[in-house]
């Protein structure tokens, strides 16, 4: 029987997304690069990111094929199975509903899931109607 290899994206490079990995007083993997990189079922397959330099780096650090300074531009080019949100709370329901939108299989958000009530009715609804696993990230 064929093994599954799941291809996953990020967007947002900063600390939770593979930063802390640096930290030697954290137990690692601790990351979502960390954790994704450490599975022989998944393949670190693209990351976003406004900074162009932060994009560029972060890819190169966690040997990423692609990188990409717009989700829109990552999520026409890609076809990508799970998406970490990795970004500023602002910006989690666009880039939840984007990647719903875009046929991933799940998304698995930072916290906050959202900054109101509205955002988050909106993120769960486009998730069900597109068949997408939402998780958030609360521990």
Known sequence: MPSTRYRAG???CGRIAGKLEDDPLREHPCTHAGIYSSSSKIELAACCCPDINRAAEFADKWKMPAWYVSSEEMFAKEKLDIVSICTPASFHADMTIQAAQAGVKAVFCEKPMALSLEEADRMLEC???????????HL
């Open 127 to 137: 998730c069900h109607k597109n068949r997408v696993l939402l998780t958030i990230n």
């Open 10 to 12: 990020i967007i947002g």
